[in-house]
């Protein structure tokens, strides 16, 4: 049994989507694409995010972008509106109203996955000791 199901028998629990408080967060736009780099942690820092922008905006000239960051090293997108300093309950917020989300964190992906969002899930820099199949010719014998 799963531990998550012995703690569930065992408090006589019942299994529910998760409950997020979510805090006000404004924004000049009504329908946005939200972009957000976690460039916190490096394996989950992506570069090339004014590139994705630029596409973006080539598809789609008078789309809007919010960009989250976390960090004053952050990389800014030209013409995005920047939104920085967010607790967890603000970025609940935007990802509830966004249109799509671009991230390459995590929790944004999960987020997503709760509010039926679009996500687009970018991979920072990998080694690859972290990256390699876990199954190979090494790892059988």
Known sequence: MH????LQSYFRLTPSR???????FPTP???YVLIY????????DYTYLVDVA??????DPQ????QVVNAESAQRIPKA???KELSHNHLYFLVKNA??????????????????????RLSGNSTPQTARPFFTEDSLH
């Open 3 to 6: 531990q998550v199901e012995n």
């Open 37 to 44: 780099n976690d460039s916190l942690v490096q394996a989950h």
């Open 99 to 120: 249109d799509m989300v671009i991230s390459s964190d995590p929790l944004c992906g999960e987020l997503c996955g709760i509010y039926n969002k679009p996500l687009v």
């Open 18 to 24: 998760p409950l997020l408080e979510e805090a006000y």
């Open 54 to 59: 630029d596409y973006l905006w080539s598809a």
């Open 63 to 66: 789309i809007d972008i919010v």
């Open 81 to 83: 509106y920047c939104a």
């Open 29 to 31: 736009y009504s329908h």
